[in-house]
C-alpha cells in the first residue's frame, strides 16, 4: 500500500504562487498513476490533474489547464503541483491519490489518498 504525504500548502496573495509536494513511500511508486484532487469547504471533491505511470499522459481540469503544472519525479518518488496565477476560489484542501488504474478527469475515487494540505489565498 502507497503511503502519501503532501507538503508545500500556506497561505498565498491572489496571483502569486504555490508548489505542492507529494512524498511517496514504497518501491512502486513509478508503476501508478498520480493525481491531485482538491476540495473546497462545503463543496465535493474535485479531479485537478493526474499523471500516468512514467509520465506519459496528463489530464488536467479544464478550468485549471495554463495556470497548474502536474509532474512526478520517480528517482524521488515524488508528485509535484506547480500552481500560478493563484485565484481566492483555489482557496481548497488539496489532496494526493495515487491508483494502479488510469485517474481522468471523470474519476472520483482512488486506491490511496494523502491527508492533504490546505492552500489558501487571499484578495
Known amino acids: 500500500q502507497v503511503q502519501l504525504v503532501e507538503s508545500g500548502g500556506g497561505l498565498v496573495q491572489a496571483g502569486g504562487s504555490l508548489r505542492l509536494s507529494c512524498s511517496a513511500s514504497?518501491?512502486?511508486?513509478?508503476?501508478?498513476?498520480m493525481a491531485w484532487f482538491r476540495q473546497a469547504s462545503g463543496k465535493e471533491r474535485e479531479f485537478v490533474a493526474s499523471?500516468?505511470?512514467?509520465?506519459?499522459?496528463?489530464y488536467y481540469a479544464d478550468s485549471l489547464k495554463g495556470r497548474f503544472t502536474i509532474s512526478r519525479d520517480d528517482a524521488k518518488n515524488t508528485l509535484y503541483l506547480q500552481m500560478n496565477s493563484l485565484k481566492p476560489e483555489d482557496t481548497a484542501v488539496y489532496y494526493c491519490a495515487s491508483d494502479p488504474d488510469l485517474i481522468s478527469p471523470v474519476t472520483t475515487n482512488a486506491r490511496a489518498w494523502g491527508r492533504g494540505t490546505q492552500v489558501t489565498v487571499s484578495l
Open positions: 499523471i500516468s505511470r512514467y509520465g506519459g499522459s496528463i
Open positions: 514504497g518501491p512502486t511508486f513509478r508503476s501508478y498513476y
